[in-house]
């Protein structure tokens, strides 16, 4: 699926959730389907800088293409590392590098989300970016 199929189908679910507690119970949901985290890479090589809370981020490469596995300490930032990860995982370093769309604003979550928040997804969002365009130079 594409980084913008992946994008849509979130989109869609988030649509369904009317106010913002319940995006962040959506958020939250998303935060606890991912626990297949290992504690030795909550490390500061994979820490992502300009969150409130603490975030990792661990790109691995296979068979030309990018996975992503993410934690946090907090649920709401899980969640959203959790989803951002989950959308551009499986996808080839240069089709995430190319990708410009902007997710706060395809997900309205720019809305709920603190402006503290709002730079700690900008963050992780980076991160996966500068990864890839590491790979495609």
Same mark, same amino acid.
């Given at each position: ?19 913002? +507690?319940?995006?962040? +119970?959506?958020?939250?949901?998303? /935060? ?21 809370? +603490?975030?990792? !981020? ?7 293409? $990018?996975?992503?596995?993410?934690? @946090?300490?907090? !649920?709401? /930032?899980?969640? $959203? ?11 080839? /370093? +240069? ?13 309205? $979550?720019?809305?709920?989300? @603190?402006?503290?928040?709002? =730079?700690?997804?900008? @963050?992780? $969002? ?8 590491? !790979?495609? =130079?």
């Amino acid at each position: 699926m594409s980084i913008e199929a992946k994008v849509e189908k979130y989109k869609k679910t988030l649509s369904l959730f009317p106010n913002p +507690q319940e995006k962040y +119970q959506y958020l939250i949901e998303q /935060a606890k389907l991912n626990e297949d985290f290992p504690p030795e890479l909550r490390i500061d090589e994979f820490k992502v800088n300009g969150c409130q809370s +603490q975030v990792w !981020l661990v790109p691995e490469e296979k068979e030309e293409k $990018l996975h992503f596995k993410s934690d @946090s300490d907090a !649920l709401i /930032a899980k969640g $959203l590392v959790t989803l951002i990860a989950t959308i551009y995982s499986d996808e080839s /370093a +240069q089709d995430i590098a190319d990708s410009e769309i902007d997710l706060m604003e395809e997900f309205e $979550l720019g809305v709920i989300l @603190s402006p503290a928040r709002r =730079n700690g997804a900008f @963050s992780m $969002l980076r991160m996966i970016k500068e990864f890839s365009k590491k !790979l495609t =130079n």
